[in-house]
């Protein structure tokens, strides 16, 4: 089967957009409690990210997004916000935001934020005044129901078991999370009003924009009538069985006007949403013109090794966004999934495929948004049920293993403490699997063939080409080949990724620029793919 994505010519309007850093820039998403730790305690802050930053800026990123550094109930891997514009003293304080912009800025790094207006932490003074009085106005900040012995409606919460929870005095209330997250009513003058402060006082000490968590969800059905549909809990892919709860139209209005206070500000500010939609259509109406510049496709972190599946993902992407001209973010991990080398396959296999994913998402029109560690192909990190600080856990009885494996530190240096912390003796705050230091980013750096130095020598060969995360793509499947080009009216390059798991042989009309391992062996007008590899080829 052959799958042809129409390819375009840019509208001129569009054309000229193509300027703006964001549309094709390479974010690295930062998990800040694992990224470094800066004063020894075992938890990664903000100090130990400065400390860092020009390891970024020699992988050759643009951005990087910093998962949120607010004080936090912890509940939640700090997407429970007890205030929003504050820094947990875990990670540092307001002045060390001021100071990783500067460094950033300095090393041409630009800085996103990540920014939670779905729901508090039952820690918010907001929330706190709620329970004391029903009759404040923090009350209206928040959905409550008078008690009865059922909850208000059949909503799940995506942790597990309802969306409901009761008040000491009886009430119950909503979150769509953990019952620490209670969720705001956006309709509601005073949450808007503040947020816009929030967005305005972080816009103003100098970041470059935010992630913006669960950006389908903030309206509700008025009303809170129940779902229509069975239930079945996920963080990704919801459709219209949960339509009372997510993705309901009135959303869009409050991303126009945040758009508008974020392009009032020099610069090139931008916002990036996540959008947990199964219709890529959708998802893609949150990225019109006039509202969030990016919201994420997440398809390839839910496709397995399949070409097919890979060839629907990319072209469905990349048809739903065209039609609003916004770039595609693509993503293959975040803080949220297993790690890519374990979902496709574990151990040498997987850690192929993820050498050659990454090969074709960094050649993708668009915006790719890479997850701490995938660099160094981190497998998931087995972590100790009595290690584990997942809510998803805890909620499902042990059910759902949870995200913990996806966030365990960073290992920097070989050694048995990994140098995540800058006390050897201190554990990290989550146990760093034994052996991990293999993975480090010190072996990695001098060993030419490593998952670190493919990374890097990717994202500096795309940085040189001026097709590659642009021009207009063209994806079919051939067997268990998928192959990508990209083109402009003078050239193309193509990307072939074996998804098989014998060796094929494709066509090369041009240069070998990059292949994902050693076993691309190009043999005089073909390059013999073997499996689970990747290859570009500039035609
Ligand atoms: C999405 C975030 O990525 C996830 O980590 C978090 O648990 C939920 N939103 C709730 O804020
Ligand atoms: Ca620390």
């Not at 798991?501 to 090369?508: D, E, F, K, Q, Y």
Request: net charge negative; proline share 7%; hydrophobic share 40%.
């Amino acid at each position: 089967m052959t799958i042809d994505s129409a390819a375009h010519a840019a509208p001129a309007a569009e054309a000229a957009a193509t300027a703006a850093w964001w549309r094709d820039a390479v974010v690295y998403q930062v998990y800040l409690r694992s990224f470094a730790d800066g004063n020894g305690d075992g938890i990664g802050d903000l100090v130990g990210l400065r400390a860092r930053l020009p390891y970024l800026a020699n992988l050759g990123v643009d951005a990087l997004w910093l998962t949120p550094h607010y004080p936090s109930g912890g509940a939640d891997g700090g997407y429970d916000v007890v205030d929003h514009r504050a820094v947990d003293p875990e990670y540092g304080s307001v002045e060390d935001v001021e100071a990783l912009v500067v460094d950033a800025h300095a090393l041409g790094l630009r800085v996103l934020l990540d920014i939670v207006p779905n729901h508090t932490s039952d820690q918010h003074r907001w929330f706190t005044e709620a329970l004391a009085d029903p009759g404040s106005p923090a009350a209206r900040r928040y959905f409550f129901a008078e008690g009865s012995e059922h909850p208000p409606n059949n909503w799940q919460s995506l942790f597990g078991g309802p969306a409901w929870s009761r008040t000491p005095d009886g009430r119950w209330y909503l979150h769509m999370f953990a019952p620490e997250q209670p969720d705001l009513d956006w309709t509601d003058e005073s949450v808007r009003a503040d947020f816009e402060q929030t967005l305005r006082f972080w816009l103003d000490i100098g970041i470059d924009g935010f992630r913006v968590d669960v950006a389908y969800g903030l309206v509700k059905a008025p009303g809170l009538p129940d779902n229509p549909g069975s239930y079945s809990p996920t963080l990704f892919g919801h459709g219209p069985e949960q339509a009372m709860t997510w993705n309901r139209p009135e959303v869009h209005d409050i991303w126009r006007s945040w758009r508008a206070i974020v392009d009032s500000y020099p610069g090139e500010r931008m916002l990036v949403g996540e959008v947990c939609l199964a219709d890529l259509d959708q998802v893609a109406l949150y990225s019109r013109p006039d509202e969030l510049h990016q919201s994420f496709a997440f398809r390839l972190l839910k496709s397995g090794w399949d070409a097919h599946a890979f060839a629907d993902a990319i072209d469905s992407a990349l048809a739903a966004f065209r039609a609003v001209g916004a770039p595609v973010s693509w993503v293959l991990s975040n803080h949220d999934k297993d790690r890519q080398v374990s979902r496709f396959g574990g151990g040498a296999v997987g850690e192929s495929r993820a050498r050659a994913a990454a090969l074709l998402m960094l050649m993708l029109p668009g915006s790719p948004y890479l997850y701490a560690g995938e660099e160094l192909g981190l497998p998931q990190a087995h972590v100790p049920d009595e290690a584990k600080q997942d809510p998803i856990f805890f909620r499902s009885g042990g059910a759902r293993p949870g995200r913990d494996g996806c966030r365990v530190p960073i290992p920097w240096h070989e050694g048995p403490d990994v140098g995540f912390s800058s006390d050897p003796q201190v554990p990290a705050w989550l146990p760093v699997p034994r052996g991990w230091s293999e993975y480090s980013v010190s072996r990695q750096a001098e060993d030419s063939g490593s998952v670190l130095r493919l990374y890097q020598r990717a994202i500096s060969v795309r940085r040189d080409h001026p097709l590659l995360g642009s021009g207009d793509a063209t994806v079919t499947v051939h067997g268990e080949l998928l192959r990508v080009q990209v083109e402009d009216d003078h050239d193309a390059v193509t990307c072939w990724v074996n998804m098989g798991s014998a060796p094929a042989i494709v066509p090369a009309y041009g240069e070998v620029m990059l292949a994902s391992d050693s076993r691309v062996l190009p043999t005089g007008g073909s390059v013999v793919l073997g499996a689970g590899t990747a290859v570009w080829i500039a035609e």
